[in-house]
Structures are given as structure tokens and as C-alpha cells.
């Protein structure tokens, strides 16, 4: 078993933040992580899971414990007439994942191609893009509950799904370690193509899900910032969801903001539209900045620290607040 001291963080997160954590594991095997959990270090310190680094805004040095979950491996499970059950360690890159389900006609996730971090991480949030939720795709996942250090296995409904959200963000934050994630995926193809501009960059009526995946990765590549170039952690801010009658009023004033349905009574809204009506895409200040062509991504542009990019990023919600009346939530989580 090993651990690292004083580690800097900063190849460790997408927004490039130079923190540093007081004790980095990185674990390999399943058995090591409970090892590790027992050893006395632990036991005196509060730890963290850091699986891609892409969703996160360090502030400060991590007074505890990080754990990096590197376990890897692909398996099939089982094909049943159509469908196919794939079992993806927690550590394996998420679109690394998504060639491998494309490359052998696996279909389901060919929307959500390019999305960074690890497979461990994709439930936490319920990823989404392009008219597909992970939820779609999900059929089980198994966690360590941290108190007992046992295995737990979750259903689709155990993870309580919704947009942006699961029950490990809400009542079981924190509780567990996600170790491996089952997917049911489908040779019959149920493509969707409805989301933007899909249809316009595909160049033919019947894709394949290969076509599908570089249809995505196209559109993400031209609209969205790559970490390695332009330090960031995608949307940085959820899209809101307002009353239906609070829109009907808020379209007066506004009658070209986008909209979509998001259940009764319920209208989800551009975040990214918001923000940019209120001119922020593409300003920078003091080595932090707003996308220039996606307002929802804030850009560590000159080594800006964790605290610079949260205060800017109040700065933005507050003058959607102001404008609007709508509060924008943050999707990243601060350490
Ligand atoms: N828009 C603007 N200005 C902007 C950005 C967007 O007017 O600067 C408008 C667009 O013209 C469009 C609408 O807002 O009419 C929605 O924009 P887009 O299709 O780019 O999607 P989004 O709602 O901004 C969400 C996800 C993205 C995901 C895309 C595609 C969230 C918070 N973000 O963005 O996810 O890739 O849809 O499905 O739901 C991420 O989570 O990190 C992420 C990138």
C-alpha cells in the first residue's frame, strides 16, 4: 500500500489548481481501497474521491486524504437477445468506455462521447449531453458503504435520478465509494438525433453510432474548451428550472430565451443563454474568463487560484439574478 505526501494536485484537476492534498492513495485494486480505509491514516483524516478532476474548483490545500480510484477493466457480462450488460471499473476513462461500446456496436452512450472523468464518477452527476442522461444507459452500480466497509449493490431506482443530481449528491453524499458500474446497452440501435445541430453534422440519415460518436465529438470539439489548452470543468452552472408561470411572466420581457419541458408545471433554461445576455462570454479579468463561444464554461486562462475563479463565478450569478431573477447553481463542486 502506497501514499504519496504533499502531492500537488494540479495535474489532477481540470482547472489546473496548484492545491495540494495532505495525503494522495492512489488505488489499483478494490482491496488495497478497504486496506487502506482500515490503516490508521485514514482513520484520523477526512478523505476525498477524485476520479477525472473534471468537476471540481479546489480553494485550498485538502487537509485529508485524496483517493484516486485507478481500478481498471471492462467485462461483459451478458448479451441477451438484444441487449448487452457491460461492467466498467470506476477507474476506466469515461470516453475511453464509450470507443469501446461504439467500436463494438454496443448502442446508448455514442451521445455522450468526449465527456471527461472516469466511469466511477458518471452516476454521481447523472452526465448528460446531446438528449441522452446516464440514467438511460444505467442498470446497476456497486459501492463500499465507508462506515461498514461493505459492498452495496444500487438499482436504477436506488440512485434516486434527475437532471444534474443522484442520491450520492444528496442524502448519501460522501457515504460511499463507487467501485464498478453496469451498463445496459442495446444492439438494436435507439438513436437520437433531435438535440441542436446532430442532424446538420451528420452527413448521412442512418448513422451508425461510430458516425453518431464523431458526429458528437465534432460539435463538442468546435463549442467547448479542451482542459489541456484552456484549463476549465465544462458547464460550470446548471441549467435552472423555474415555475411554468414564473417563465410565462419572465417571456414578456424576454420572449427569445430557449426553454424545454422538465416535467409539470416545470421549464428548464439556458443557463449559458443567461449569461451570455448578460454579456460575459468571452471577458476575462485577472486571468479568469468566460468561454467565448460557450458562456456556461469559465476558463482558468493565466493561473488564476481557486478562490479568484469562485468569486468571479458570483459575480456571474449574481448579475443573472439581478436581469433575470433566477439563481443559476453551481455544478461544480468546491473543495
Ligand atoms: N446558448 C447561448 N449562449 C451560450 C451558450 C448557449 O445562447 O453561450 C444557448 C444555445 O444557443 C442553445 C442553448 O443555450 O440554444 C443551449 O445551449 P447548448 O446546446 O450548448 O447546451 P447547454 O444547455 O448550454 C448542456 C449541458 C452540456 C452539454 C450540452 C449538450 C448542462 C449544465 N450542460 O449545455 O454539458 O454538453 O447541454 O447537451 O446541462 C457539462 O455538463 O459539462 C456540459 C458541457
Not at 434516486?160 to 442520491?167: D, G, I, L, P, T
Not at 438494436?188 to 461510430?210: A, C, F, R
Not at 414578456?252 to 426553454?259: E, G, Q, T
Request: glycine fraction near 6%; aromatic fraction near 12%; charged fraction near 30%.
Amino acid at each position: 500500500m502506497s501514499y504519496k505526501k504533499l502531492l500537488s494536485l494540479k495535474g489532477y484537476n481540470t482547472f489546473s489548481i496548484d492545491a495540494k492534498s495532505l495525503y494522495s492513495f492512489f488505488c489499483y485494486k478494490e482491496d488495497e481501497l478497504i486496506d487502506f480505509l482500515k490503516s490508521s491514516i485514514v482513520k484520523k483524516k477526512q478523505y476525498y474521491i477524485l476520479g477525472g478532476g473534471s468537476n471540481v474548483l479546489f480553494t485550498k490545500d485538502y487537509e485529508g486524504v485524496i483517493i484516486f480510484m485507478q481500478n481498471k477493466g471492462i467485462e461483459i457480462l451478458e448479451k441477451e437477445g438484444n441487449d448487452v450488460f457491460i461492467k466498467a471499473s470506476a477507474g476506466e476513462n469515461w470516453d475511453d468506455f464509450v470507443k469501446f461500446c461504439t467500436d463494438n456496436d454496443f448502442g446508448g452512450v455514442e451521445n455522450l462521447s468526449l465527456i471527461p472523468g472516469n466511469v466511477g464518477a458518471t452516476p454521481v452527476q447523472n452526465i448528460g449531453a446531446y438528449g441522452v442522461e446516464l440514467k438511460d444507459v444505467f442498470w446497476e452500480l456497486e459501492a463500499l458503504n465507508r462506515q461498514t466497509l461493505k459492498k452495496e449493490i444500487f438499482k436504477n431506482e436506488d440512485c434516486k435520478f434527475s437532471y444534474r443530481e443522484s442520491v450520492f449528491k444528496k442524502e448519501l453524499k460522501d457515504k460511499y465509494i463507487i467501485l464498478n458500474v453496469t451498463f445496459k446497452l442495446s444492439k438494436l440501435h435507439n438513436l437520437k438525433l433531435d438535440y441542436g445541430t446532430i442532424k446538420n453534422v451528420l452527413k448521412t440519415n442512418s448513422p451508425t453510432i461510430s458516425e453518431i460518436r464523431n458526429a458528437i465529438i465534432e460539435i463538442r470539439e468546435s463549442k467547448l474548451p479542451t482542459p489541456e489548452e484552456f484549463p476549465n470543468a465544462g458547464s460550470f452552472f446548471k441549467n435552472p428550472i423555474v415555475s411554468k408561470s414564473f417563465f410565462e411572466d419572465l417571456k414578456i420581457k424576454f420572449p427569445n430565451l430557449v426553454s424545454y419541458l422538465a416535467g409539470e408545471n416545470k421549464i428548464k433554461l439556458a443557463a449559458g443563454q443567461l449569461i451570455d445576455l448578460c454579456n460575459w462570454k468571452g471577458k476575462k479579468e485577472n486571468g479568469v474568463g468566460v468561454h467565448e463561444k460557450q458562456a456556461l464554461v469559465i476558463v482558468n486562462y493565466e493561473n488564476a487560484n481557486g478562490n479568484e475563479i469562485l468569486n468571479f463565478s458570483k459575480k456571474i450569478q449574481k448579475s443573472v439574478f439581478d436581469k433575470f431573477g433566477v439563481e443559476i447553481e453551481r455544478e461544480v463542486t468546491i473543495i
